[in-house]
Structures are given as structure tokens and as C-alpha cells.
């Protein structure tokens, strides 16, 4: 701990300021505590430099706007002082920044043991933080977010799950959405970040406009939590998604392979998320019936590449060579792999796709889209896979093909 503790106390009660200062028990002679209302908080800060914030607070806007100046000094220490125990207003205070909560009626031996645990925890704060600003000299980390760069993800996440002995948990792999691109701000994806992860869960840029957070034991659920705080947090400016995956018994080259397919499949099909296909098979949720269960994935998945080779890509081929001779100064481009299968018109009005995607077990899921309307034009099909035929899925698209022509008028 530092030689010398300064401690600031704000409140708007003087009385009450004065009464909890003659409590404190000063752990070095030359300590010292000043008391400041909310007007001269800010300027008092410049003048004692407290490693130890006491904020008696109120639940309302100035309060917590106080703690986010505050909180521009990420050497201080904040503890905020309710008169009440309202979780609300300590929750918001700190999301604001706040480090630790008392209540005002609590014990004199309550407010010293928060104040020595909370200065001790500030020392291990500052260690921390001198060990950022080296990390930040060597680019291990980026200066202007905080958080490792790409160049080192490999050897911070690998390093985390061998020191740990790790062999549960989950990676995140978090993009912008496609449409939302120009109004991402790294900036502020970063805070989001960081603002939703624990000090245990590890953040790094990844390849491309896309970031990396590894949870520590947590399972795709738990996963899933963490994504909906950051997309909370984000939601106001611009749109995320996110691909999931397990770290069990894999190498990060096998873990990094498996997150940017989930985030692809994401991305590709319009969805907040995605996961791996190897634990959708553990979702209860994405199962046809209760009778699916592990073992049935590699059927399912065996039953799609049949389908795959003996109808879709027959078909889709057979479809453009027949409507390349009946839709004039129309463009047809249509592909299939294992991940999806696009049949693609296009013209000087009218731009239209029919995407199916096999989002694992016992369901396609086709996607079609007419650039630039709404419903019901654009619209969403799951098909099971039995019910997959050259005459089921011809039907659909030659639907497709008829609303094309109208909306291409």
C-alpha cells in the first residue's frame, strides 16, 4: 500500500460528513481525509489527489453523472454511500463506475474494514495498470481500447487455458451487422465490451472488424447472457452478432476455425447468433422433437449432403438453365455448398436471392429475399428434411421466380 492515503468524502450533508470523518481510523500518520460537497467535488479531486472516493449519494442523474467524471480517473477508488438499499440505484451507480457500496447506518468497524479492503484493492489496481502501460509500449495491447491486438490473441487466450488448466468454456466472436457497418464505432464497442466481462474472461481484437472474448467454464448459455448485455449496451447505435463456440479439447486454431464458421452462419442468415454445430446439439430448444438427441446430429447432417447432392444442386442448375431462356436481361447465378445454397436473379430494377441455409439437425431454413420490400414478399421457410423434394423445393422457387416478376415490374 501507498505511504500515504488520501481520502475525499462528498456529500451535501456536512453534518453527516463530519460525524462519519471522525470514525475513520487513518492507517498511516500523514493520511489524511477532505470533505467537499457535490459543486466543489470535481476541483477537490485536482487539489488532495485521494486514492479513496466516499460519495454519498442519491439515486438521481447528478449523482450518477458525478461518478462518471469521477470515473475519468481510473486511479481512483469510489465507494459509494447509500442511505438506503436500493439495488437499482446501486446497480446504475456501478455501471457508472463505482467500485464498492456501504450504507450510511452501517457499523464504524464496517466503514473501516470497506475503506483498508478498498485501498488495498486500489494498490493491486495501479500494479495492474503500470503492467497495461508496459504491455501498451510493446502493442501487446491497444492503446486507445485497452484490449489485446489480434498479433497476440493467440498466445494470451492459449497461455490463459494452459495456466488454468482449462478444459471447459466458451469463445465469442463478435462483428458488426452487415448493415450496420458505417455506424460501428470501435470505441464504443469496446467499452461495451469490457463494461459486460468479468476481470477472469479475456478480450481480444480477432481477425478483421471483429472481436474475441474468452468466458472461462462458461456454457453456451452462460455465453449467451454475456452476448445480450454487450448487444444491450450497443443496440442504441449500431447492430452486433455473434458466433459461440466450445474451447473443449481444442487447440486455438481449431477454436478460432469453429467461432469465425458460427459468426459466418450468423452473419450470413441475418442472426443475433449462432453456435457450432456440435453443441446445438446439447440446445434442447433447436431439436425437432424430443426423441432428437447427440448421436442423431451426424444422421441429420448425413441426411442434408443427400439431399444437397441428389436435389438442391441438381435442381438449382436444372432451374437456371431453364429460366435463362425465359427471363429476359435477367442475370441468374445460384451455387451450393455445405453451408448454404443461393439462387440469385438479377436485373437493372430488381435484385432477388432465395438462400437456403441447414442450420443443423432436422431443418432447412430458406430465407428469400426482394431488395428493397417488406412483407409479404420477403419472408422466412423451415422446411423439414423429409419433406425436401425436387417437386416441394421446385414449387418454392418457381413462387420465387413469380413474385420476382411482379416486384421487378
Given amino acids: 500500500m501507498n505511504d500515504k492515503n488520501n481520502i475525499l468524502l462528498i456529500s451535501d450533508d456536512i453534518g453527516f460528513a463530519k460525524t462519519l470523518a471522525s470514525k475513520i481510523i487513518f492507517l498511516r500518520a500523514n493520511d489524511n481525509i477532505v470533505i467537499s460537497n457535490y459543486n466543489e467535488a ?31 480517473n481510473e486511479h481512483l477508488c469510489i465507494i459509494l454511500i447509500s442511505d438506503t438499499y436500493d439495488s437499482a440505484f446501486i446497480l446504475s451507480a456501478y455501471d457508472c463506475g463505482a467500485d464498492d457500496f456501504i450504507l450510511s447506518s452501517a457499523e464504524d468497524f464496517e466503514f473501516v474494514l470497506r475503506i483498508v479492503h478498498n485501498i488495498k484493492h486500489n494498490s493491486v489496481k495501479l500494479r495492474s495498470l503500470r503492467n497495461i502501460k508496459i504491455l501498451e509500449q510493446l502493442n501487446a495491447i491497444d492503446e486507445e481500447t485497452g484490449i489485446y491486438n489480434y498479433s497476440f490473441a493467440k498466445q494470451v487466450i492459449e497461455n490463459y487455458i494452459d495456466d488454468n488448466l482449462l478444459d471447459t468454456g466458451c469463445l465469442l466472436a463478435i462483428a458488426p451487422a ?64 455473434s458466433g459461440i463456440t466450445s474451447i473443449a479439447h481444442k487447440n486455438f486454431e481449431q477454436i478460432e476455425h469453429d467461432v469465425l464458421d458460427a459468426l459466418s452462419t450468423a452473419v450470413t442468415t441475418h442472426s443475433e447468433y449462432s453456435f457450432t454445430e456440435e453443441k446445438q446439439e446439447t440446445l434442447n430448444e433447436w431439436l425437432d422433437d424430443g426423441a432428437a438427441h447427440s448421436k442423431g446430429y451426424k444422421i441429420f447432417r448425413q441426411i442434408f449432403n443427400k439431399k444437397l447432392e441428389k436435389v438442391i444442386t441438381p435442381l438449382f442448375y436444372r432451374l437456371q438453365k431453364a429460366y435463362e431462356e425465359k427471363l429476359f436481361d435477367t442475370e441468374i447465378e445460384q451455387y451450393t455448398n455445405e453451408e448454404q445454397c443461393v439462387f440469385k436473379l438479377i436485373n437493372k430494377r430488381q435484385e432477388s436471392t432465395l438462400r437456403i441455409v441447414y442450420p443443423g439437425f432436422a431443418k432447412i431454413v430458406i430465407y428469400i429475399t426482394h431488395e428493397g420490400l417488406d412483407s409479404p414478399e420477403n419472408k422466412e421457410l423451415q422446411i423439414p428434411l423429409t419433406k425436401i423434394s425436387q417437386k416441394e423445393l421446385g414449387m418454392i422457387v418457381e413462387d420465387f421466380v413469380k413474385e420476382f416478376k411482379r416486384s421487378a415490374v
Fill in 42 to 72: 470535481v476541483n477537490s479531486i485536482d487539489i488532495c489527489a485521494p486514492d479513496i472516493v466516499l460519495l454519498h449519494g442519491r439515486p438521481d442523474e447528478i449523482t450518477y453523472n458525478l461518478i462518471k467524471e469521477l470515473r475519468t
Fill in 178 to 241: 452487415r448493415e450496420d457497418k458505417t455506424k460501428f464505432d470501435i470505441k464504443e464497442m469496446a467499452n461495451a465490451l469490457k463494461g459486460s466481462t468479468r476481470v477472469d474472461d479475456i478480450v481480444t481484437f480477432g481477425k478483421g472488424l471483429r472481436f474475441y472474448i474468452l468466458l472461462p467454464k462458461a456454457d453456451l448459455n452462460q455465453a449467451l447472457v454475456v452476448f445480450n448485455k454487450i448487444k444491450d449496451k450497443c443496440e442504441d447505435n449500431f447492430e452486433i452478432c
